[in-house]
């Protein structure tokens, strides 16, 4: 056992979180309580600070897309991204901003929204073969949908029509109902952590929400950093 002393000066967080070269990887982004806790108040923005907000923004800059959960579309209101301050250079050669691709089974969506009308890029939507034929309709109508599965989404399908389409370098906001799909489906390589110094109890959900894992990946720390008293861990899958 040893200490983790903080580094004197800045980081360079655009070099500390970059993507590895030619091939697809999968990030998530998340943020939890001293107790596990992946909300307050039934969000994510109520545990993080402003340097958890720039890293945030930051790796979506990074990103080539942006996969999250229709339920955390609606709880968050979500809007598109939109270009950010630490971007320079980050996304020479590609469009201005990625697009967000919101997983959703049901489309129970509100396709009128800025995050479909306001998107510099089109938004996509994950869908099922099974879901409502009037609301894939207004769908394929405001965003660029993907059929990804029957009757329920199939991520490694999902996975693998981004990539074609150029999206390699994913970015997983969750929620947790997405991301222990992303992780039972095996396609997490990589998890940034803010942890939140408060403890808040009662019965929120984890930054996974699901069935346990049935074969639960085993994670290498890749680095430590601190802001105030947040910690901002970033875990590798051990290959």
Known sequence: MRTLSPEPGEVDL???YAYPADTTWMRANMVASLD????RD?????LGNAAD?????LLRGLADVVIVGAGT??????GPVRPSEGWDGVRDGRPPVPPIAIASRTLDLDFDAPIFTEARVPTIVLATATADPVRLKAARERADVIIAGRDSLDFPAAVRELAARGHRRLLCEGGPGVLAQVVAAGLLDELCLTLSP???GGHPARILNGPPVPVPPEMT?????????????????SR
């Not at 579309?73 to 979500?78: I, K, M, N, P, T």
């Open 14 to 16: 655009a070099e500390r």
């Open 36 to 39: 596990g806790a992946a909300q």
């Open 42 to 46: 039934g969000r994510s923005g109520g």
């Open 53 to 57: 907000r720039h890293l945030f923004l």
């Open 73 to 78: 579309v609606r709880a968050e209101g979500y």
């Open 198 to 200: 408060i403890l808040l």
């Open 221 to 237: 720390l890749a680095h430590a950093l601190q802001d105030e008293d947040l910690l901002f861990l970033r875990y590798t899958r």
